[in-house]
T-cell receptor, first 115, second 106 residues
């Protein structure tokens, strides 16, 4: 399967701990997106990369959140000093990056539970 | 601001046709997409409208009217497997609607 993959699929942590999630996009996709989704809601945009450049960040992305895509391939999303309100599904998506409007291909997500 | 509105729930029976509406309020416009998400699954792309009119993809069609800031997803010949949440999404700024939960009854 050459789709978007995310690891881990599930993460349980205690409040105050740091967590890091990884996303591997579809090979040769230049754009990579991070979203957060809570139960019964649509995905909320967090940030997006064009190759290794982080081009846009949502105001939802507080200073406890940081995302990287060091070589323009996989990406990591780190949450520092987790809070219970961070409990959500974190979705990654990728797209080719060859035109302005593109279909996004989503990974299975990482479900985070902060106790 | 940028927001999209959808009905929260829709129920229909197998074989029927259902329309899920999406209205948006935003400055500028970059197209409207539709995604399907089954419980516990990831959103998957269904359809995209860059311009006004109807786009047809098998049993699913999507319509857009930019002058009315309105679009819809039309699902025909409903099947049980179509029970899922459906999201409209505005491109460029990656804004998703709250989703419509479709329940298909036998």
């Amino acid at each position: 399967d050459t789709g978007v993959s995310q690891n881990p699929r599930h993460k349980i942590t205690k409040r105050g701990q740091n967590v890091t999630f990884r996303c591997d996009p579809i090979s040769e996709h230049n754009r990579l997106y991070w979203y957060r989704q809570t139960l019964g809601q649509g995905p909320e945009f967090l940030t997006y990369f064009q190759n290794e450049a982080q081009l846009e960040k949502s105001r939802l992305l507080s200073d406890r959140f940081s995302a990287e895509r060091p070589k323009g391939s996989f990406s990591t999303l780190e949450i520092q000093r987790t809070e219970q309100g961070d409990s959500a599904m974190y979705l990654c998506a990728s797209s080719p990056g060859t035109s302005g409007e593109e279909t996004q291909y989503f990974g299975p997500g990482t479900r985070l539970l902060v106790l | 601001g940028q927001s999209l509105e959808q009905p929260s729930e829709v129920t229909a029976v197998e074989g029927a046709i259902v329309q899920i509406n999406c209205t948006y309020q935003t400055s500028g416009f970059y197209g409207l997409s539709w995604y399907q998400q089954h419980d516990g699954g990831a959103p998957t792309f269904l359809s995209y409208n860059a311009l006004d009119g109807l786009e047809e993809t098998g049993r699913f069609s999507s319509f857009l009217s930019r002058s009315d800031s309105y679009g819809y997803l039309l699902l025909q010949e409903l099947q049980m497997k179509d029970s899922a949440s459906y999201f409209c999404a505005r491109g460029q700024n990656f804004v998703f609607g709250p989703g419509t939960r479709l329940s298909v009854l036998p």
